[in-house]
């Protein structure tokens, strides 16, 4: 479980590509490190992974972690390199604050970005979203956005597009400020939301089914 809490933003190490595999390495900084083990359970781009080795090193503690090829058709993790940005999130604790909501690192799929719009002191990003999870997303909703938890300022289903406000620190907390138009960004919809709207289609869809 994660909150969507973004704990810092790191480059990526190595990538090393595969048939069917992808692996890559990041160095956690020493105050997110403590207790790490092989096996736990981390958040990169939103996308929960296994750590699969670890080394402490001068900066902290080099992970790494490995990407499956349905894993890489779904996420951003695909188009990672050496140097490339991530957002990290330890999984959180029992009894932890949830400041964000309750995420579980599953993303749906990818969104690019429309439009980047930048005025004094304020960022709002413009993605496409695919219908097939749109429908779970709502206006002053939540979603996570590359395993940021965000609020939907406006939504057009018209056009099957949403957008989102970006503080000055999520920016700065982030590698949401190396966004441009065609970025490719993970999505995780709210859970609860899904539940609700799928139970509607079903309810829904039986008793049209018994009128016939």
Request: proline letters at 3%; a negative charge.
């Amino acid at each position: 479980m994660y909150t969507g809490i973004v704990q810092a933003c790191c480059p990526v190490d190595h990538v090393d590509r595969k048939p069917g595999l992808l692996t890559f390495g990041i160095t956690l900084p020493p105050e997110i490190s403590a207790e790490v083990a092989l096996g736990a359970s981390i958040a990169i781009n939103g996308c929960c992974f296994t750590v699969t080795s670890m080394q402490a090193v001068a900066a902290g503690l080099a992970v790494t972690f490995d990407a499956i090829q349905e894993t890489q058709d779904l996420t951003n993790i695909r188009s990672i390199d050496f140097g490339s940005r991530v957002n990290v999130e330890r999984s959180a604790k029992q009894n932890v604050e949830i400041g964000g909501h309750v995420l579980s690192g599953h993303i749906v799929g990818t969104a690019p970005v429309v439009e980047v719009l930048h005025t004094e002191n304020n960022c709002r990003v413009t993605f496409e979203a695919n219908p097939t999870w749109l429908k779970y997303v709502f206006e002053k909703g939540y979603l996570a956005i590359n395993g940021a938890s965000l609020t939907v300022a406006a939504l057009d289903r018209g056009a099957n597009t949403f957008a989102v406000n970006l503080i000055p620190e999520t920016l700065k907390r982030t590698n949401f400020s190396e966004f441009s138009s065609g970025s490719l960004v993970n999505i995780e919809i709210e859970s609860q939301s899904q539940v609700i709207v799928d139970t509607v289609e079903r309810i829904m869809a039986e008793r049209f089914s018994d009128q016939s």
